[in-house]
């Protein structure tokens, strides 16, 4: 670890923390329903997707209603995605001449995009046309993103509202989401982006004759526009296999620093614009803190075990100084990869420019651990916030039965109802992921897949059963995936991850939404405190990461000791 | 639910034309006007000829040229149809041999150790432009010998490509090595 290192990580999360305070204000009065500055160009378009869609945006729904409007939203973008994939031979914009992809791996694709994952078991450069790309792919992007802000809204509405039995419309939350916030600042940063060297064409590639005379295909797209969304959606699926170590997709340490910047602080904001909408900032900066703690421990663990790097390779004579860089690419170097990594796992994101499969046992750990504890730190949009809000309410109430006092949150009472559904959601992560890698780890072609066998298949299998259940995407990408098992379980684990997870927290929205709102009295166990931020932070690590440890000591815990005692596999 | 499919539908067909035909189209028109050329792949051409992206790496096998990070693409290094990293493990056998393999490689032309690390590791993409500043000084020996310059000329060039960190601190030294070994073809001897 160096000097210049740690002030790189610094500055990019001091200029996160500066954009929280706008852009928490900003979306508050979007989703408030107020008119925002972008009104008089927007507003015409919001009034006639609703004509057209026969939205009336005035008429608010229930619970239940909220949730089954989701799940029919998710169903179409589903069902076109997989539409475009299959028939993409016969779409415009495909100057490859790319054919059908094929069924196992659209079916894969399209829960992967629909569950804002972004696992990809496919290689966009040759499997992809620009058409499937960008109006399919890319349009999943924003619309899980939006997706999940409404679902996260909703559930901020709850501890607004008193005795009520509606939490919004799904519809215009989802629709002012993409509108107001995921689609400005999509132009601004696809503007830089394309200032900073990302190819945006319609092109599909070039063929240049290298000074060796060799021949290199290079394959361009509209890369610039899609890898905005991809970010600030924390959706983390590339135009390219490589996905952001790319050069086009990352050519240098300023589009580095917009890629992490984008991806960290819609997030972020949206922590502070539920202190905002439920008239309690304080509330928000704690959860922040809370969640920062976590975020940076995961930074410097990662970043320390990269440097120490792989005693293994040094042994051969490797200068240590640099650490692995195996799977790293220059201009980045360890700090910046490292700081992607831990960011891209706190998140939903996904999306990586060093790879995690060539990353040291610990290393890999990291960003793995993070995924397991729900991807809260700050999470990805709108999902971060409500596991969050599901980790602030069994605090709540761990703190309420240590203390004798009535657990309340935000002054809404928690009783046997709202934890009997947050344990639900809470242990849909470790059921999928333990059970999938269990069975995985047993089946001889399922073990086939793996790259590196050893401990670290192990970890590879594990890895990729956290990133689909928790809605990652990133990959130990030594496992071969792109089998008819892996697609199929895989898929089923992003679906599991999302919708299974997501139904019981809107349950929770309902429940407490009827409640009525009591002011804060004596008795109250404060939730605004350091005190609460400590008690929050051992929640995520017990009920979140406790379960865990135990495959870890078999995965990355023993391909530790195994590197650090010289022996390969 | 079946009522929520009609503006579930129309929903994600509308948003279809707003996100995923309006914004790239609109976005790459801006492109077009603002930075034709990076917006096309940073392409760079030699005699009306294009020989490769700035930002993307190219192979060098030749001792005349100054050769860059291993490459895990496949069938070939440096293939930008399929870009990627090796994935393999810290512990795997086959990352210790390949990088023992380089290691002797590098060693036949006459460098010392300790190797810079970058000189015997993939890349996450397969494509990375860059070696590091070490990397480039360990190959000039090697380099002048071959073209018959003097070391000093050939460390002058490495030293005048070295890209230093943005207002000091952000990201990492590197020498993009395209643009160092067109340069070096055209330094009169």
């Known amino acids: 670890m160096t000097l210049i290192g740690w ?20 979306m508050a009065k979007v989703f408030s329903g107020e008119k925002t500055v972008l009104a008089p160009v927007l507003g015409p378009l919001e009034t006639a997707i609703y004509k057209l869609s026969g939205i009336n945006r005035d008429k608010e729904q229930g619970w239940l209603a909220y949730t089954l409007a989701m799940l029919a939203f998710s169903v179409a973008g589903f069902v076109v995605l997989y539409a475009i994939m ?39 450069e040759a499997v992809m046309s620009n058409f499937t790309q960008m109006a399919g792919l890319a349009v999943q992007n924003f619309l899980s993103a939006a997706t999940g802000m409404a679902l996260a809204i909703a559930v901020t509405r709850a501890f607004i509202r008193s005795k009520a039995e509606t939490v919004g419309n799904f519809w215009v939350d989802t629709t002012r989401a993409t509108l107001y916030v995921l689609l400005p600042l999509s132009i601004i940063v696809t503007i830089a982006f394309i200032f900073l060297g990302l190819p945006q064409t319609m092109d599909g590639s070039v063929t240049a004759t290298t000074l060796e005379g060799a021949k290199q295909v290079i394959t361009l797209g509209p890369v610039a526009s899609q890898e905005a969304i991809k970010q600030l959606g924390t959706n983390g699926g590339g135009f390219y296999n490589a996905n952001a170590a790319h050069p086009f997709e990352n050519p240098n340490a300023i589009a580095n620093y917009i890629n992490i910047f984008a991806m960290l602080s819609i997030s972020a904001a949206m922590v502070y614009m539920f202190g905002q909408m439920t008239g309690n900032r304080k509330q928000g900066w704690v959860l922040i803190s809370a969640i920062a703690v976590l975020l940076i421990a995961g930074i410097g663990i990662t970043y320390w075990a990269e440097t120490a790097g792989n005693p293994i390779l040094t042994s051969l004579g490797l200068d240590p100084s640099m650490g692995n860089m195996e799977g790293k690419e220059v201009r980045f170097g360890q700090a910046m990869s490292t700081l992607y990594t831990a960011v891209t796992t706190g998140l939903s994101d996904g999306g990586v420019n060093s790879m995690i499969g060539s990353y040291t046992g610990i290393g890999g750990l990291v960003p793995m651990f993070l995924i397991h504890l729900g991807e809260v730190l700050p999470g990805g949009v709108g999902s971060g916030l409500y596991g969050l809000i599901v980790f602030a309410v069994l605090s709540v109430f761990v703190a309420g039965l240590m203390v004798g006092r009535t657990p309340e949150f935000l002054g809404k009472k928690i009783e ?23 069975i995985s780890a047993m089946l001889p072609a399922a073990v086939a897949a793996i790259g590196t066998p050893g401990p670290h298949g192990l970890s590879e299998i594990l890895y990729a059963f956290t990133s689909a259940a928790g809605n990652n995407g990133s990959a130990m990408a030594g496992l071969s995936g792109n089998t008819v098992w892996y697609n199929t379980t895989l898929g089923i684990s992003m679906l599991l991850g999302r919708f299974a997870y997501v139904v019981p927290v809107m349950a929770i929205a309902g429940s407490l939404a009827a409640k009525q709102k009591i002011p804060s009295s004596k008795g109250t166990f404060p939730t605004d405190t350091p005190l609460f931020a400590g008690l929050l932070i051992g929640i995520i690590l017990i009920l979140g990461g406790l379960q865990f440890f135990p495959s870890l000591a078999l995965g990355p815990i023993v391909e530790h000791f195994a590197m650090m005692a010289g022996q390969t596999f | 639910m079946l009522k929520h499919l009609r503006p579930a539908f129309s929903l994600v067909i509308l948003m279809t034309l707003v996100t995923g035909v309006a914004y790239p189209f609109a976005m790459t028109g801006v492109a077009k006007v603002a930075a034709p050329a990076k917006a096309e792949g940073s392409l760079i051409a030699k005699d009306g000829q294009i020989v490769g992206s700035t930002l993307i790496g190219q192979n060098f096998s030749s001792d005349r040229y100054f050769w860059p990070r291993p490459s895990a693409t496949s069938p070939n290094p440096y293939d930008p149809t399929g870009s990627g990293g090796s994935n393999l493990g810290p512990t795997a056998a086959k990352l210790k041999d390949r990088v023992a393999g380089d290691v002797d490689k590098l060693k036949k032309t006459g460098v010392a150790t300790p190797i810079p690390a970058d000189a015997v590791t993939a890349s996450g993409s397969g494509l990375d432009p860059d070696i590091t500043p070490q990397n480039a000084l360990m190959q000039v020996g090697r380099v002048a010998q071959a ?10 060039l490495v030293n005048a490509h070295v890209e230093k960190r943005l207002f000091g601190f952000i990201g990492e030294p590197h020498v993009n090595v395209l643009e160092l070994n067109m340069a070096l073809d055209a330094l009169k001897s």
Not at chain 1, 91 to 119: E, R
Not at chain 1, 428 to 435: F, G, H, R
Request: hydrophobic share 50%.
């Open chain 1, 416 to 438: 046997s109802r709202e934890m009997k559904f947050a344990m639900l959601a809470v242990l849909i992560l470790p059921l999928v992921i333990l059970a999938f890698s269990a």
């Open chain 1, 7 to 26: 002030v790189q990580i610094g500055f990019l999360l001091a200029l996160v923390l500066a954009s929280i305070k706008p852009l928490g204000l900003y």
């Open chain 2, 147 to 156: 073209r018959g310059l003097d070391v000093g000329k050939v460390a002058d």
């Open chain 1, 86 to 124: 299959r028939l993409q031979a016969y779409l415009p914009v495909n100057p490859q001449g790319f054919g059908a992809v094929p069924s196992d791996l659209a079916f894969n694709t399209s829960a992967s995009f629909v569950t804002n994952t972004n696992w990809q078991n496919y290689s966009g």
